[in-house]
């Protein structure tokens, strides 16, 4: 079964930086995207960035576009979203989640399932 799971998350004061994990197992092929994700207090879910893991192709949301940087280590079944320059606005509840795909392209509607627990993310002003 796959499982997703986040880390990384706490409390930075606004210009700082976090770097979340998400590692992953039980997927049988490098034929999938992960994908961040983030839903704050009382807003719907939002995609954030995702990266392919075979061929390394990225996309990211134009909110957090220049201040995140998302990268995979296939050997070690992480991705990483490395968060600099974090805001107020970007407090919420980060989750990752995989999306099969035979593309060396992912976005935010690809059909994501297997979506971990969180972690929480708090940036403070």
């Known amino acids: 079964q796959v499982q997703m799971v986040e880390s990384g998350g706490g409390l930075v004061q606004a210009g700082g930086s976090l770097s979340l994990s998400c590692t992953f197992s039980?997927?049988?092929?490098?034929?999938?995207?992960v994908g961040w994700f983030r839903q704050a207090p009382g807003k719907a879910r939002e995609w954030v960035s995702c990266?392919?893991?075979?061929?390394?192709?990225?996309a990211y949301a134009e909110p957090v576009k220049s201040r995140f940087t998302i990268s995979r280590d296939n050997a070690k079944s992480t991705v990483i979203l490395q968060m600099n320059n974090l805001k107020p606005e970007d407090t919420a509840v980060y989750y990752c989640?995989?999306?099969?795909?035979?593309?060396?392209?992912?976005?935010?509607?690809?059909?994501?399932?297997?979506y971990g627990q969180g972690t929480q993310v708090t940036v403070s002003s």
């Open positions: 989640a995989a999306v099969w795909t035979v593309r060396n392209a992912c976005g935010a509607k690809e059909p994501y399932a297997y």
């Open positions: 990266i392919a893991l075979s061929g390394g192709a990225t």
């Open positions: 039980a997927l049988t092929s490098r034929d999938y995207a």
